[in-house]
C-alpha cells in the first residue's frame, strides 16, 4: 500500500509540473516575441494590473487610454506617487515586453470627423506631424528646442528580433488625410471609432491599407463620445482587417475639455484648444510605435506607456508673445518656425522624462 501511495504522490508531482509549464508564455523563435494569451489569461494579466487607463476588450487588443488631467490626479494621488511636474511615474523604469515595435516608415493617416472648416486648426496639427522628422534647417533657429529631437527620444524604443535590434523609425511622414461629414453622427462610443476607421481603408476607399500605419480618427467639436473627457482625451489601439493588423487611435477635439484635457488660457498658435490636442496627438503616436498593439511593447511594471509616465509635465518651456501682446509658453519649434507645447516622452535609457534627444 505504501508502494502505491508514493507512485500516486509522484504522479500528482509530476502533473503539476507539467501544468505549470503549459501556463508558461510561449514564445516564437525568428520573431519579435510576443506573450501568447487565451481569453481567460489575458484577462487575469490585465486584473492583475489593475489598470484604470486600459480597457480590456477580451480576445481584442486593450485599448489604452490617456487619461483626463482630473482622473490622472486621482489615481497619482492613490498611488501616492508626486512624480515629475504631473509625471505619471518618474522613477520605475520602463521594460521591453518582448512584442513589436514600428521599425518602418511611421505613417500618418488624419481622418477629420464632423465640422472642421478651413483654418480650424488643420495647419497645426499637420505641421506637427510633418516636424516630427523634418531636417533641422527646417525648423529654424538651432538654439530651439526642436520637434524632430522630441521624436528622437521615441527612435531610442527597439524591438528584438533573429538576434538583432531595430529601433523605432526615425521616419514619420503624413501619409494622407480624409475629411467624414458625420458618417456615424454626432454621437457614438469607442467600438464606432473602429468602424468609422475601417471603412477608409482598402481599395477604393481613402486611405491603402498600410501595415506602418497610424490611423488616427480626430473628431471635431461638436460630436460627442461617452468616455471623451470623463475618462480620457485619447487612446490608441490595434484591431484587425481579415489577418491584416491595424494600428489606430482617437483623439477628439480638445475645445470640449478646456484644461480638463491640458489646455492653457493662452498658446503659441492662438488657439488652445488645437495646441492642446496636437500635445494628445504627440502623445498617441508615440506610444502606437513603441507599443503598437498595447499590449506588449515597451510599458513599465505598472502598465504604463512610454508618454504616460509624463503625462501633463511639459518640462523646461520658454515664453514668447502674441500678436496681441500675450505671454504663451512653448517647448518645441517645429516647421517654419511654428512653436509648441507638447508634453515629454520618456526617455528609457536615462530613467526621466525629457523633451529633447539628439540622434546617434
Given at each position: 500500500m505504501g508502494n502505491l501511495f508514493d507512485v500516486l504522490r509522484a504522479s500528482l508531482v509530476l502533473s503539476l509540473v507539467l501544468i505549470s509549464l503549459s501556463a508558461l508564455p510561449l514564445v516564437s523563435a525568428g520573431s519579435p516575441k510576443r506573450v501568447a494569451r487565451t481569453r481567460s489569461t489575458h484577462d487575469a494579466y490585465w486584473r492583475q494590473r489593475r489598470l484604470t487607463d486600459v480597457v480590456d476588450r477580451g480576445s481584442r487588443p486593450p485599448l489604452h487610454m490617456f487619461e483626463t488631467k482630473a482622473r490622472f490626479e486621482e489615481e497619482k494621488r492613490e498611488k501616492g506617487d508626486a512624480g515629475s511636474n504631473g509625471g505619471a511615474s518618474s522613477t520605475t523604469p520602463i521594460k521591453y515586453q518582448g512584442g513589436p515595435v514600428m521599425t518602418g516608415s511611421v505613417n500618418v493617416y488624419l481622418i477629420y470627423y464632423g465640422d472642421w472648416p478651413t483654418g480650424s486648426g488643420q495647419n497645426v496639427i499637420e505641421n506637427f506631424i510633418r516636424s516630427l522628422s523634418a531636417g533641422s534647417k527646417r525648423q529654424g533657429d538651432p538654439s530651439e528646442p526642436k520637434v524632430k529631437r522630441w521624436w528622437a527620444i521615441n527612435a531610442a524604443y527597439y524591438q528584438e528580433a533573429n538576434g538583432g535590434r531595430a529601433n523605432v523609425s526615425s521616419k514619420v511622414r503624413l501619409a494622407g488625410?480624409?475629411?467624414d461629414d458625420y458618417?456615424?453622427?454626432?454621437?457614438?462610443?469607442?467600438?464606432?471609432?473602429?468602424?468609422?476607421?475601417?471603412s477608409k481603408i482598402g481599395?477604393?476607399?481613402?486611405?491603402?491599407?498600410?501595415?506602418?500605419?497610424?490611423?488616427?480618427?480626430?473628431?471635431s467639436?461638436?460630436?460627442?463620445?461617452?468616455?471623451?473627457?470623463?475618462?480620457?482625451?485619447?487612446?490608441?489601439?490595434?484591431d484587425h482587417m481579415g489577418s491584416d493588423a491595424v494600428i489606430y487611435s482617437f483623439v477628439g477635439h480638445h475645445?470640449?475639455?478646456?484644461?480638463?484635457?491640458?489646455?492653457?488660457?493662452?498658446?503659441?498658435?492662438?488657439?488652445?484648444?488645437?495646441?492642446?490636442?496636437?500635445?494628445?496627438?504627440?502623445?498617441?503616436?508615440?506610444?502606437?510605435?513603441?507599443?503598437?498593439?498595447?499590449?506588449?511593447?515597451?510599458?513599465?511594471?505598472?502598465?504604463?506607456?512610454?508618454?504616460?509616465?509624463?503625462?501633463?509635465?511639459?518640462?523646461p518651456t520658454k515664453t514668447g508673445r502674441d500678436n496681441s501682446g500675450n505671454e504663451y509658453l512653448y517647448n518645441l519649434v517645429g516647421m517654419k518656425g511654428m512653436r509648441f507645447l507638447v508634453q515629454q516622452n520618456w526617455d528609457w535609457e536615462k530613467n526621466q522624462c525629457a523633451s529633447q534627444r539628439k540622434y546617434h
Amino acid at each position: 500500500m505504501g508502494n502505491l501511495f508514493d507512485v500516486l504522490r509522484a504522479s500528482l508531482v509530476l502533473s503539476l509540473v507539467l501544468i505549470s509549464l503549459s501556463a508558461l508564455p510561449l514564445v516564437s523563435a525568428g520573431s519579435p516575441k510576443r506573450v501568447a494569451r487565451t481569453r481567460s489569461t489575458h484577462d487575469a494579466y490585465w486584473r492583475q494590473r489593475r489598470l484604470t487607463d486600459v480597457v480590456d476588450r477580451g480576445s481584442r487588443p486593450p485599448l489604452h487610454m490617456f487619461e483626463t488631467k482630473a482622473r490622472f490626479e486621482e489615481e497619482k494621488r492613490e498611488k501616492g506617487d508626486a512624480g515629475s511636474n504631473g509625471g505619471a511615474s518618474s522613477t520605475t523604469p520602463i521594460k521591453y515586453q518582448g512584442g513589436p515595435v514600428m521599425t518602418g516608415s511611421v505613417n500618418v493617416y488624419l481622418i477629420y470627423y464632423g465640422d472642421w472648416p478651413t483654418g480650424s486648426g488643420q495647419n497645426v496639427i499637420e505641421n506637427f506631424i510633418r516636424s516630427l522628422s523634418a531636417g533641422s534647417k527646417r525648423q529654424g533657429d538651432p538654439s530651439e528646442p526642436k520637434v524632430k529631437r522630441w521624436w528622437a527620444i521615441n527612435a531610442a524604443y527597439y524591438q528584438e528580433a533573429n538576434g538583432g535590434r531595430a529601433n523605432v523609425s526615425s521616419k514619420v511622414r503624413l501619409a494622407g488625410t480624409v475629411y467624414d461629414d458625420y458618417s456615424a453622427g454626432k454621437s457614438f462610443g469607442d467600438n464606432t471609432v473602429w468602424e468609422v476607421v475601417s471603412s477608409k481603408i482598402g481599395d477604393g476607399k481613402a486611405f491603402p491599407y498600410d501595415p506602418q500605419a497610424i490611423y488616427l480618427l480626430l473628431t471635431s467639436p461638436d460630436v460627442t463620445n461617452p468616455g471623451y473627457c470623463s475618462e480620457y482625451c485619447g487612446w490608441h489601439t490595434m484591431d484587425h482587417m481579415g489577418s491584416d493588423a491595424v494600428i489606430y487611435s482617437f483623439v477628439g477635439h480638445h475645445g470640449q475639455c478646456a484644461e480638463g484635457c491640458g489646455a492653457q488660457s493662452t498658446s503659441p498658435n492662438g488657439n488652445p484648444a488645437i495646441d492642446a490636442t496636437v500635445s494628445t496627438i504627440a502623445h498617441e503616436i508615440a506610444e502606437a510605435a513603441s507599443d503598437p498593439d498595447a499590449n506588449s511593447g515597451w510599458l513599465d511594471d505598472g502598465g504604463e506607456e512610454n508618454a504616460d509616465k509624463c503625462s501633463y509635465d511639459v518640462g523646461p518651456t520658454k515664453t514668447g508673445r502674441d500678436n496681441s501682446g500675450n505671454e504663451y509658453l512653448y517647448n518645441l519649434v517645429g516647421m517654419k518656425g511654428m512653436r509648441f507645447l507638447v508634453q515629454q516622452n520618456w526617455d528609457w535609457e536615462k530613467n526621466q522624462c525629457a523633451s529633447q534627444r539628439k540622434y546617434h
